[in-house]
């Protein structure tokens, strides 16, 4: 196969292209913005394969993504392209609105009309794989509101999106399932946690707690720390959206999760203790820990359920939380040079003007 990538220099995405070239025979198109989060260096060890191509390019540019279709005649494509984080997504919601809705409707748009010229064998192989997110689906009841069994997210979970960033989200799946039934359009969705690992832009809090340790920066942590999130591996996910774009029947849905439920203030604490031992210091690195303002409508619990894509197309989560996590922490600590080119003088800006201590 050929598949285009969108936001293939991200984060999820260079996961996904790094897996694709290193264990598959399959052929990439990776199309990229490369906005502040993208970022080559994320799949330099793939990019001298034949079996890879960048072409830079705005997912809103519906001309351009339509020429690259049917120039390079692509047999899937996967869309990860996103602004993602809540943070930005509250001070800056314009920018969530016009990438993830704005460029969702030009992708699928561009889509449409490039599976439109293809033969009728092509046509009923083709895939549109949306990548989404868990928190379309809201909050979920906090071991604090309620005793015994806690529910998880199913793919028949009702969308109750909080934020800017998860609304636009919701916004997008609605979109694509729309140009699925309407126009017939061979879509697939999939909702996944909280991703971590290694290659992840420095904002985010496992990495943003790695890297401020290490530079003996205060560590911050929202409210009293007790949200809750399912913690899924890249390398994990990736191959998860592999096997649903190559395996999964039209118009199906599947969450994908690691099965890792962490408070944040226990995810901060067992990044110390790593740190500890694989990095030790004077004193310990959990004396950083900062306690700041909470987040504005911040969501108290995520949870996946995902049986569905268990059983159905045999997937699970090869790393734990534990393993996982080690591994990103050694990560990081032998690539501080790739942390070093991400991290630019507006990023340090906007998290020094992000995170106000609280008092």
């Given amino acids: 196969m050929k598949i285009l990538i969108t936001g293939g220099a991200g984060f999820i995405g260079s996961a996904v292209v790094r897996h694709i070239i290193q264990d598959t025979q399959d052929s990439v198109i990776n199309v990229d913005k490369l906005t502040y989060a993208g970022n ?11 079996r890879y191509r960048f072409v830079q390019l705005d997912i809103c540019d519906t001309n351009g993504l339509i020429k690259v279709m049917n120039e390079l005649k692509p047999d899937a494509i996967m869309h990860l392209a996103a602004e993602s984080h809540v943070d930005r997504s509250i001070t800056g919601p314009a920018d969530f609105v016009q990438t993830n809705v704005v ?3 030009s992708l699928l748009e561009a889509a449409r009309q490039y599976w439109s010229t293809l033969s009728a ?20 009841p906090h071991p604090d509101e309620m005793s015994g069994e806690l529910p998880l997210f199913t793919e028949t979970t009702s ?3 909080s ?19 309407t126009y017939k359009l061979p879509v ?25 340790a290490l530079e003996k920066k205060p560590l911050p942590v929202y409210g009293k720390g007790d949200q809750i999130r399912d913690w899924l591996y890249v390398e994990d996910h ?11 029947e039209v118009g199906s849905n599947y969450n994908i999760g690691g099965h890792n439920e ?24 959990a004396d950083l820990i900062t306690y700041v303002n909470d987040r504005p409508g911040h969501d108290r619990r995520y949870a996946i359920d995902s049986t569905k894509i268990q059983k159905e197309l045999g997937w699970k989560p090869q790393e734990t939380f534990e393993s996982g996590l080690r591994k990103t922490v050694q990560w990081y600590l032998s690539n501080s040079e790739w942390v070093d080119n991400v991290k630019s003088g507006a990023y340090q800006s906007w998290i020094e003007q992000h995170y106000e201590k609280r008092g």
């Fill in 159 to 161: 969308y109750a999106p």
């Fill in 121 to 140: 064998d092509k046509k009923q192989a083709f895939r549109f794989h949306h990548i989404s997110t868990d928190e379309v689906y809201g909050d979920l």
């Fill in 262 to 285: 962490k408070k944040n203030l226990d995810v901060v604490e067992t990044v110390c203790k790593l740190l500890d031992e694989l990095k030790p210091t004077d004193g310990h690195y």
């Fill in 103 to 105: 460029g969702t409707y």
């Fill in 188 to 212: 697939i969705i999939t909702n996944c946690s909280n991703n971590y690992g290694p290659y992840h832009f420095p904002e985010k809090l496992i990495p943003l707690i790695i890297i401020n």
């Fill in 40 to 50: 080559l260096e994320s799949i330099k060890d793939v990019s001298s394969s034949e």
């Fill in 163 to 181: 934020s800017p960033y998860s609304a636009t989200k919701a916004a997008s799946d609605h979109l694509v399932r729309a140009w699925g039934r």
């Fill in 238 to 248: 990736a191959r998860a959206l592999y096997k649903v774009v190559t395996e999964a």
